[in-house]
């Protein structure tokens, strides 16, 4: 009798070795982790986008608008701590000073976000928060107070008013430029039609 509850209890033992060992190869897995759709039917405010002119080249929608808010995605900021505070907590920063100008590198995760302290685009005599560049691959880092890394093309659509041009189920790639000065925006949707990456380029350029 003893002899079976000894093989009883060593079976159990392997069992449980054998599960724990599975647990810890699936924790240790290097598979990248799935992006989490965003669930909005509809924005809350939306924003009437002055364009200029639109074309479709290939998969992607290109809209020329005069708007001037796209030079501050997350708003205008005279300095960069107010600027970090529409941003997620745990980010990285990095300064460094090109051509007289402090420039700041921002990142998150998969994200980067570059900035420098500059003159108003506008010409007003004040020092702001610029873009010089991003590559935005987060749902937690929010532009225009709604559009975020998975987010639906409609809800995309309705927040910018774009069901008159956004119509066609083959775009993957909305790009906006600006018609005022240089800078580029790219949001590249998945083919669920789900916003997967926001790329955005300025005309800054330093040596």
Not at 69 to 93: A, N, Q, T, V
Not at 114 to 140: H, R, S, T, Y
Request: charged content about 25%.
């Amino acid at each position: 009798m003893n002899n079976q509850y000894l093989i009883i209890f060593s079976l159990i033992c392997l069992f449980s070795c054998g599960l724990q060992s599975k647990k810890e190869e699936q924790g240790n897995s290097s598979t990248p982790p799935i992006q989490v759709v965003v669930k909005k039917t509809k924005p809350k405010q939306n924003i009437n986008l002055q364009i200029e002119e639109s074309a479709t080249i290939g998969d992607t929608l290109q809209i020329v608008s005069t708007q001037k808010m796209l030079y501050f995605p997350f708003g205008i900021h005279s300095g960069i701590k107010d600027y970090l505070k529409e941003l997620p907590l745990k980010i990285s920063l990095k300064e460094k000073v090109r051509e007289n100008m402090p420039v700041y590198f921002i990142e998150y995760n998969k994200s980067i976000i570059e900035v420098l302290l500059g003159e108003d685009p506008f010409g007003k005599n004040e020092l702001l928060v610029n873009i010089v560049k991003a590559e935005i691959m987060d749902n937690q880092i929010n532009l225009f107070n709604n559009i975020q890394v998975g987010v639906s093309k409609q809800f995309f659509s309705d927040f910018f008013n774009l069901n008159k041009t956004l119509r066609s189920n083959q775009i993957r790639v909305v790009e906006f430029v600006s018609a005022l000065s240089g800078i580029w925006y790219y949001y590249t949707f998945d083919e669920n039609d789900i916003l997967k990456k926001i790329e955005i380029k300025s005309d800054y350029v330093f040596e």
